[in-house]
């Protein structure tokens, strides 16, 4: 690893790479997913999928399924008792389907049994009588004129715009310009852990729930409301998760979970197997992403347009904030005076759309630096000084015309790929092509991702911090570790702050009972936000043993560390920090600091898409170097050069391992991974015909830390969940054009769709 970090020698524990909170536990296979969790006299929950795209619902027959022994029951949405909808923010999604199912993996019936296999054979038993409808298939046939509606209000769920600056009067100064159509494709988040969970009545008569979710407090507001009973008699706990990627921020078996222990009043475990998974849950959208883009000879941008149209799919989930998000970064991290974009987020009978890591911004980033790559060729410039000519900076405005003054990173992360490039004689301009039919190539992608929600939405982290009478300490918060490592994070932080050891903190998290809300884990946030709301937490207990300690070493200039307290002008004059806990319980002090981090942000003009969106942003480049037979169309990335502005590095380690985890996930989502829909029916039905990377497919990666720090930010961090995937699609696509002179538009670019461009191209063998 190569860092450009500042001087840490002031910390003892942020920099630091301390081992994660979590890793002993599951390295030994104690930690409990849910589907470990089990409880006396336990049913097995099964769902009832429409299998078919679109249809009016005329009949359902639960007749046999209740007449089977070991069924303990078979609820339709006729036994729902709450309201049938529910939603993140627009409570459009069905929890059974009334009259209609809307796409192939909409939920009609549940069952309750003794057995999951009974529970299988009782699903297959039930006859539902459909009266199919016409399938709109893509955003443009819903919105043409006279479409079939997916739902009362109409196709369109938003349209939201960007405008700066006068596009025309921008274009009339270009010299150069470059327009293309981008497709991205539908994927799935592929984790390894299916959507699962397992729910009973306690002693108190609540309902409890164990999930794989990212967020218990908003699934407990929509199990609640379908429920029909108050909030605090659900408890929500998010059990060990084997990863989420945005999968898990809607609702996965919650509700259901909850209708089921509800009606028979016993434990019920839901268990998604991998076909059902791909067929119901959420998706990285398909975009169609039109833009132009223009230069001035000199090497300025001047100009650009786009139009963006999201394949939401039939349901709402976080949609209309992933497609907005992708219009407002679909210029890039540079610097554009003019700008005019729309951006569509549309119903279709297609899969569900919703949050995936990037959130929209993965696939704005194939545009633009495929744009960035074909202007700098058209104008004879670097691909990488290109970019750095045109790079956001600090006093430039963004899209939405928003200025920063501090924390820009992205020529930082530009300059970085460059010393690597120049240092590296493999990485240098006259990189060595290759053979006839193995063609080598290097390419750069960079990205700007806007930290926490924007757009006003609610983004407040939280956390309460006990000092016990020993001096050792609980640190609770409802933020949700699904495997990122914010768990340590947060640890780290108390640690430094008190001067204690990271060993002598206790964290519990993500249960609606014990823990405060500190919101989703999502929109790489949770360090940025909910580590503010930690450090808060710190440094006021911390000022309340400040004042007990001064009180009583008859000193002002104390400092925490190493376990004890001490005056910097006389270090003899000290004591320890659990006698200072102790003489704070024994005085009676508040000993519990409960801290709230308010993110939010004012949301963007609706006609201009102007306005102060995000309180900071993250920045990343990488650089690709790919093989490419050209006989076959088969890419083999050789390796990864990733710079990424981490603000500051609290645990470097845990930065490494996003970054290399990114670059996988970018290295598939460009090459391999593809969930095929036809006429909105499921094509791809296991992880073996998906075709994630394995192993075998991992190739060289040199993360590089790093660190232009934001003020808001705890210690200066940001978040780096993101920024670690986005820039790696667009590198390697961009050294795929590199290496055989054929630009991908339509992903992926896998052995099929590359070997035709080549052969269309002429550059493959006779």
Not at 78 to 87: A, S
Not at 134 to 162: D, F, M, R, W, Y
Not at 301 to 330: R, W
Not at 751 to 766: A, D, S, T
């Amino acid at each position: 690893m190569s860092t450009d970090r500042e001087n840490l020698e002031h910390f003892s524990c942020i920099g630091h790479s301390v081992s994660r909170v979590d890793a002993l536990d599951k390295v030994l296979g104690r930690a409990l997913y849910s589907e470990d969790i089990s409880f006396p006299n336990m049913l097995y929950g099964r769902v009832l999928r429409a299998g078919i795209p679109h249809a009016i619902i005329e009949e359902i027959d639960t007749s046999a399924a209740k007449a089977m022994k070991g069924v303990a029951c078979v609820l339709t949405a006729k036994d729902i008792p709450g309201i049938n909808r529910y939603g993140i923010a627009f409570q459009d999604q069905y929890a059974l389907a009334v009259d209609r199912v809307r796409y192939v993996g909409e939920p009609v019936a549940l069952v309750a049994s003794e057995t999951d296999e009974i529970a299988m054979e009782a699903v297959e038993s039930i006859r539902v009588k459909y009266q199919e409808l016409p399938v709109i298939t893509n955003p443009h046939q819903a919105l043409a004129e006279g479409a079939p509606l997916i739902h009362e209000k109409g196709n369109l769920l938003l349209h939201s715009k960007v405008r700066k600056g006068d596009v025309d009067s921008g274009f009339s100064r270009a010299d150069v310009t470059v327009e293309n159509t981008y497709r991205t494709h539908t994927v799935d988040h592929a984790y390894m852990e299916t959507e699962s969970g397992i729910g009973r009545i306690d002693e108190h008569g609540n309902i409890v729930i164990w999930s794989a979710n990212q967020c218990p407090f908003r699934d407990r507001r929509q199990v609640a409301g379908v429920l029909g009973i108050r909030e605090n008699k659900i408890r929500v706990i998010r059990a060990t998760t084997g990863g989420a990627f945005g999968g898990k921020d809607d609702i996965t078996v919650e509700i259901h979970i909850g209708l089921l222990v509800q009606a028979t009043g016993r434990p019920v475990r839901l268990v998604l197997d991998r076909q059902e998974s791909f067929l119901s849950q959420t998706k990285r959208h398909a975009i169609e992403i039109w833009t132009r883009w223009g230069a001035t000879k000199d090497g300025k941008l001047c100009s650009m347009e786009g139009k963006v149209y999201g394949d939401k799919g039939p349901y709402a989930g976080l949609g209309a904030f992933v497609i907005k998000k992708c219009g407002i970064h679909l210029s890039g991290p540079y610097y554009i005076p003019n700008i005019k974009v729309d951006s569509y987020s549309v119903y279709t009978n297609n899969l569900f759309g919703s949050a995936m890591r990037g959130f929209g911004v993965a696939q704005a980033a194939i545009a633009h630096e495929s744009q960035m790559d074909e202007l700098a060729e058209r104008l004879a410039i670097d691909p990488l000084e290109f970019r750095l000519m045109n790079a956001l900076d600090q006093g430039l405005s963004t899209p939405t015309g928003q200025v920063f003054y501090e924390g820009v990173g992205i020529k930082a992360t530009l300059e970085k790929i460059k010393e690597v490039r120049l240092k590296d004689s493999s990485l240098r301009d006259n990189l060595e092509k290759g053979t006839k039919t193995k063609r080598k190539g290097i390419g750069i992608g960079s990205m700007f991702y806007g930290l926490g929600y924007g757009f006003s939405r609610q983004d407040i982290g939280a956390a309460t911090i006990e000092i016990c009478e020993d001096g050792s300490v609980i640190l609770r918060s409802g933020e949700v570790d699904y495997g990122q490592g914010s768990d340590t994070i947060f640890c780290q932080i108390v640690a430094e702050e008190l001067g204690i050891r990271y060993d002598d903190i206790q964290i519990v998290t993500a249960d609606t009972f014990t823990t405060p809300n500190a919101g989703p884990t999502s929109a790489s946030r949770v360090t940025y936000v909910t580590g503010n709301a930690v450090l808060q937490a710190s440094r006021a207990i911390k000022e309340t043993f400040r004042s007990v300690a001064e009180n009583l070493l008859g000193e002002k200039d104390l400092v925490f560390v190493d376990q004890e307290i001490h005056s910097e002008l006389h270090p003899d004059k000290k004591m320890s920090f659990k006698k200072l806990a102790w003489e704070c319980h024994n005085r009676g002090l508040q000993m519990v600091q409960t801290a709230w981090y308010d993110n939010t942000t004012n949301d963007v003009d609706t006609e201009t898409g102007q306005g102060d969106a995000y309180s900071a942003f993250a920045y990343a480049s990488q650089l690709a170097e790919v093989e490419v037979d050209t006989e076959t169309g088969r890419v083999d990335v050789l390796r990864i050069v990733s710079a990424t502005d981490a603000g500051k590095a609290i645990n470097p380690s845990n930065v490494e391992g996003q970054i290399e985890g990114g670059a996988v996930m970018g290295i598939g989502y460009g090459l391999t991974e593809e969930i095929k829909v036809q006429q909105g029916s499921l094509k791809t039905r296991s992880l073996g015909e998906y075709m994630i990377p394995t192993s075998m497919d991992i190739p060289r990666i040199d993360p590089h830390i790093v660190e232009v720090p934001v003020s808001r930010g705890p210690y200066g961090a940001k978040g780096v969940g993101e920024p670690a995937l986005i820039p790696t699609t667009p590198a390697v696509l961009n050294a795929i054009a590199d290496a055989v002179g054929v630009r991908v538009t339509e992903l992926p670019a896998n052995l099929e769709n590359l070997h035709r461009l080549i052969r269309e191209k002429g550059e493959g063998p006779k």
